[in-house]
């Protein structure tokens, strides 16, 4: 089935920047939305931003003005551009999509990537 594959995690210190990427494997694949989210030790899974197939975003309130989602140039890739990063922007972060279309057939599924940690140091 669909898989995605979440690359650009890593160690970074306060205050710098990464950037996460998202890619579904497959072909004609689309998704109604693609998101991220994220996982702190001992803490619930929380969204972190959203892109909708019309380009609309939503952030969680401490993503605001220094996160930003944004669709690749293939439909099937999502990214997140993380600046300004906090220690608490530490955790596992997971890509999310929703909504399949795929030869001309709609889904109403939910997939997940396996994550990538994002380790911010002071």
């Known amino acids: 089935q669909v898989q995605l594959v979440e690359t650009g995690g890593g160690l970074v210190q306060a205050g710098g920047s990464l950037r996460l990427s998202c890619a579904a494997s497959?072909?004609?694949?689309?998704?109604?939305?693609m998101g991220w989210y994220r996982q702190a030790p001992d803490k619930e899974r929380e969204l972190v931003a959203i892109?909708?197939?019309?380009?609309?975003?939503y952030y969680t309130d401490s993503a605001k003005g220094r996160f930003s989602i944004a669709r690749g140039s293939t439909e099937n890739t999502v990214y997140l551009q993380m600046n300004s990063l906090k220690l608490e922007d530490t955790a596992v972060y997971f890509c999310?999509?929703?909504?399949?279309?795929?030869?001309?057939?709609?889904?109403?599924?939910?997939?997940w990537g396996n994550g990538t940690q994002v380790t911010v140091s002071s």
């Open positions: 999310n999509a929703k909504g399949l279309w795929t030869t001309g057939v709609f889904y109403d599924a939910e997939f």
């Open positions: 892109i909708s197939r019309g380009d609309s975003t």
């Open positions: 497959g072909n004609l694949l689309r998704f109604n939305t």
